[in-house]
């Protein structure tokens, strides 16, 4: 069994800025566990302007911010490919690699496990199961990591922030979304958002509720329902942006204690175990990059004193 003074689960903005800040403070046995095969997190995948360290909005793009981290984080030892798969009875981690399972055991550790966007499922929305349905993640990655062109007309459901993200990424690829639909008179995100929107050419439907999305093998129309009213919309690809919730895999058991999917923690970042601590998005609240990359270094501040 291998044992660490910190180990952070989590390669994005939270995790590798908690690890870079304990690094400075003299900290010397750190291990980042990502499970993918890059670190960077989320705005490895947004090609689009808006990412800072510091601040909310900034001139970076998301792939320059990730690697603005990784720059700066590697001469820590940081695992990709590596995934926890949970804690065990007497609080050591079980992680798997290419290398297999083993045990790993921390003074400290640090969730920064980041968020994901609600599924159809979770939405409770019908129809076939059909090409062209996809969340904002999968879209930013196949478009910025892989060059693909999923569609020309699709429709964007939320009005979030990550759902305007959305429509920038569909600007990058010249595509024109056929609307933006939300259930409510509300925006989500800042309201000049929707003028932007609309500036670029996208109408957005307020009021208006996903009830089924129809077609043969792809996308080829959606079922709305607006003011008690049933109508249809033709499309070939929707987005299911939006209502996040916290990456709960390692503590939805009972291991931590929580609440609507999020662990509980103090001020101080710290949850129900004594020597396991949560950062970032895994929190609850969907926050900038930035943001994340602060609270990493509040954090690191309460564990060297």
């Known amino acids: ?62 792939p320059n911010l990730a690697r603005q981290l990784q720059d700066q984080t590697k001469h820590l030892d940081i695992r990709t490919a590596t995934t926890a798969l949970g804690f065990t009875l007497h609080g050591t981690l079980r992680v798997h690699s290419a290398n297999g399972i083993i045990e790993i055991s921390a003074n400290k550790i640090i969730l920064a496990t980041g968020t994901r966007e609600s599924s159809r499922a979770a939405r409770l929305v019908g129809g076939n199961k059909l090409k062209g349905i ?12 892989n060059g693909e ?27 024109k979304p056929v609307m933006m639909l939300t259930e409510t008179s509300v925006n989500a995100a800042p309201s000049y958002f929707a003028y932007g929107a609309r500036l670029l050419g996208t109408k957005v439907l307020q009021h208006a509720k996903l009830i089924a999305i129809h077609g043969k093998t792809t996308v080829e129309a959606i079922e709305i329902e607006q003011s008690g009213r049933i109508g249809m919309v033709d499309c070939d690809g929707v987005i299911l942006t939006g209502r996040f919730r916290s990456e709960d895999a390692l503590y939805s058991n009972g291991y931590l204690e929580h609440e609507d999917h999020a662990p509980k923690v103090t001020d101080s970042f710290k949850t129900s175990r004594p020597n396991i601590y949560a950062v970032g998005n895994v929190l609850g609240h969907l926050e900038t990059a930035g943001r994340c990359m602060a609270q990493g270094r509040d954090l690191a501040k309460v564990l060297t004193p």
Not at 152 to 169: A, C, D, F, Q
């Open 1 to 62: 069994m291998e044992h660490h003074d910190i180990v952070i689960i989590g390669g994005g903005p939270a995790g590798l800025s908690t690890a870079l800040a304990l690094s400075q403070a003299g900290v010397k046995d750190i291990v980042v566990l990502e499970r993918e095969a890059e670190t960077g997190g989320i705005p490895r995948h947004c090609g689009h302007m808006g990412f800072a360290p510091y601040k909310n909005f900034g001139l970076m793009t998301g």
């Open 134 to 145: 996809m969340n904002t993640g999968e879209l930013q990655q196949r478009v910025y990591l």
């Open 149 to 175: 062109r999923p569609f020309k007309r699709p429709v964007i459901i939320g009005s979030e922030w990550v759902s305007y993200s959305t429509l920038l990424t569909c600007r990058h690829l010249q595509v």
